[in-house]
């Protein structure tokens, strides 16, 4: 695979999050989404994971694009056999419009499944930008939610980048897994995504004061998760630390690059 840009598909070998991954552009495509920048040496990286004599290829891609709501869209996909199958989507709207960031973390390591979807919020005090959204979000949330294990309690530092409607489950290896991940995860990412591309749909641009407080709280939200990005010990092995460092401030939360202050 040689891929030049970033809207061009990524389709890894035996990925188990294609489908989904797929599902979201074809989503997408209805807001004519244009190129996003991603430096060439980010848009595809091969590796290696293993043992010397039991190595294990590892393939990492990106996907991105931007729409005049969005500022970016991106995926950050890895595909590392038994050791390690990834697909986390996030969608960071442009601070001119009030809405919330989609995220979608699916992960898949030898120890279970990690998978988590959300509306996550701009400013979860702010009680005119969340109580709108999770209004709509908590119903899909209660629909899927008896349906998979609970995944633990979240973190205190962390409460507040998630809604009440953050769906997480830990789900262990195995055929039932499956059937669950291909059935009801699949059908609740479908439905955030929905009621996602529904409130995109709906947004209005804010006046000036309203964005300069919504770009704060996005900043607040991306130097939070570029710190306690869960995915960095996995990249660095993969990929080295140095390009993992780059990566993930550079492509996957690369706000400041865009707004410094």
Not at 49 to 66: D, E, L, M, N
């Amino acid at each position: 695979m040689n891929r030049t840009t970033s809207l061009e598909p990524v389709n890894l070998a035996n990925w188990r999050w294609q489908p989904f991954l797929d599902h979201a552009v074809e989503v997408l495509e209805e807001f004519n989404p244009t190129i996003y920048p991603v430096p060439e040496q980010f848009l595809e990286r091969a590796g290696a994971t293993g043992s010397r004599a039991q190595p294990v290829a590892v393939h990492t891609a990106t996907w991105a694009c931007q729409t005049d709501k969005l500022r970016q869209v991106r995926a950050a996909c890895v595909e590392a056999g038994a050791a390690a199958s990834v697909l986390n989507l996030v969608i960071n709207p442009s601070c001119r419009f009030d809405l919330p960031f989609f995220g979608a973390d699916l992960v898949s390591l030898p120890s279970g499944h990690l998978l988590a979807l959300d509306l996550q919020p701009v400013d979860s005090g702010d009680v005119l930008h969340t109580q709108p959204v999770w209004n709509r979000l908590l119903p899909i949330f209660q629909r899927w939610k008896p349906r998979l294990p609970d995944g633990g309690p979240i973190p205190a530092e962390a409460q507040p980048y998630f809604s009440p409607g953050f769906l997480w489950t830990r789900l262990p290896l195995g055929a039932a897994s499956d059937e669950l991940i291909s059935s009801v995860v699949f059908q609740a990412f479908v439905d955030y995504l929905k009621l996602y591309v529904q409130l995109v749909y709906e947004a209005v641009p804010v006046v000036d004061h309203r964005s300069a407080l919504l770009l704060d709280g996005q900043r607040r939200y991306t130097r939070y998760r570029a710190e306690k990005d869960p995915a960095r010990g996995m990249l660095s092995r993969f990929h080295g630390a140095e390009w993992t460092e780059a990566y993930i401030h550079e492509v996957l939360f690369d706000l400041d690059r865009h707004h410094p202050e």
